[in-house]
């Protein structure tokens, strides 16, 4: 899967990007992530591609000349017209759900603004989806990038190694993990559950199962609506005294 960013800061991505999953994935070649700046598209011999906003205000603006070159030299590459996402607080908020559509794409392209805006012109002429990290704001759409993109690349075939990609499906089962424990059997006068020193395989796995549930009715009760409940699980969480909703 390829990522392109285009950015005033484009070594910030690069850098972010390069450690860990990612940076291996980026060296076995599962993704790539080619971040351009939009300066080398400046229309003037300065490289300014910022100017001040009509009508007044505070900061400047990036105009919608330069982030369009930038945007028609990437796409003259490719097969079909990709994705381009706009990366603004005043976007859609980014869920687990667009990571898993968007990882089934070839191409992505992000384009972020800094403390300053894009021309909305331009906007309206090349951006498909508008997307938010969450409700508080950035100085700018690098981090958020960073974030899309390393949560797109985990679902790219091949980037995470089995045992990690089997803890994923459990998010996708929309419950969030269970405890875990490693030795020392005792840790400052605390002990591991012993259910889980016992070798008892299918009881574990039960008190794994109890413990997502009660862990996800105590801290994000919301996404119990959406999770895969067997009639054991609902019995269970009722117990804790969940009354599930008629949907
Ligand atoms: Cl996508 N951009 C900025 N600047 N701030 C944000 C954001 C994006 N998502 C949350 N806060």
Same mark, same amino acid.
């Given at each position: 899967?390829?990522? *392109?960013?285009?950015?005033?800061?484009?070594?910030?991505?690069?850098?972010?990007?390069? *450690?860990?999953?990612?940076?291996?994935?980026?060296?076995?070649?599962?993704?790539?992530?080619?971040?351009?700046?939009?300066?080398?598209?400046?229309?003037?011999?300065?490289? &300014?591609? #910022?100017?001040?906003?009509?009508?007044?205000?505070?900061? $400047?603006?990036?105009?919608?000349?330069? /982030?369009?070159?930038?945007?028609?030299?990437?796409?003259?590459?490719?097969?079909?017209?990709?994705?381009?996402?706009?990366?603004?607080?005043?976007? #859609?908020?980014?869920?687990?759900? $667009?990571?898993?559509?968007?990882?089934?794409?070839? #191409?992505?392209?992000?384009?972020?603004? &800094?403390?300053?805006?894009?021309?909305?012109?331009? %906007?309206?002429?090349?951006?498909?989806?508008?997307?938010?990290?969450?409700?508080?704001?950035?100085?700018?759409?690098?981090?958020?990038? $960073?974030? $899309?993109?390393?949560?797109?690349? =985990? %679902? /790219?075939?091949?980037?995470?190694?089995?045992?990690?990609?089997?803890?994923?499906?459990?998010?996708?089962?929309?419950?969030?993990?269970?405890?875990?424990?490693? =030795?020392?059997?005792?840790? *400052?006068?605390?002990?591991?559950?012993?259910?889980? %020193?016992?070798? &008892? *395989?299918?009881?574990?796995?039960?008190?794994? =199962?109890?413990?997502?549930?009660?862990?996800?009715?105590?801290?994000?009760?919301?996404?119990?609506?959406?999770?895969?409940?067997?009639?054991?699980?609902?019995?269970?969480?009722?117990?804790?005294?969940?009354?599930?909703?008629?949907?």
């Amino acid at each position: 899967m390829n990522f *392109h960013i285009l950015t005033l800061f484009p070594e910030m991505i690069l850098s972010g990007l390069s *450690h860990s999953i990612t940076g291996r994935a980026m060296d076995k070649g599962q993704i790539s992530v080619n971040a351009v700046d939009f300066r080398e598209y400046a229309t003037n011999k300065y490289k &300014h591609v #910022d100017d001040y906003p009509y009508g007044g205000g505070a900061g $400047m603006l990036i105009q919608a000349e330069p /982030v369009y070159l930038a945007y028609e030299d990437l796409v003259k590459k490719m097969e079909k017209k990709p994705r381009v996402i706009y990366v603004t607080p005043q976007g #859609d908020v980014f869920r687990q759900s $667009m990571a898993e559509e968007l990882a089934k794409e070839e #191409d992505v392209i992000f384009l972020c603004g &800094h403390y300053e805006g894009i021309d909305e012109r331009v %906007l309206e002429e090349i951006v498909t989806d508008q997307v938010s990290i969450g409700d508080y704001v950035l100085t700018g759409g690098e981090l958020p990038v $960073m974030v $899309m993109i390393d949560a797109i690349s =985990r %679902l /790219v075939p091949g980037v995470l190694n089995n045992d990690v990609s089997a803890e994923f499906e459990s998010f996708n089962d929309n419950l969030l993990e269970y405890p875990q424990y490693t =030795r020392p059997a005792e840790y *400052h006068g605390k002990k591991v559950p012993d259910v889980l %020193l016992s070798g &008892h *395989h299918a009881n574990i796995e039960k008190w794994r =199962r109890e413990q997502s549930l009660k862990r996800t009715l105590e801290r994000r009760p919301d996404l119990l609506q959406e999770a895969n409940l067997t009639k054991k699980d609902l019995k269970y969480l009722k117990s804790l005294g969940y009354e599930a909703d008629s949907k």
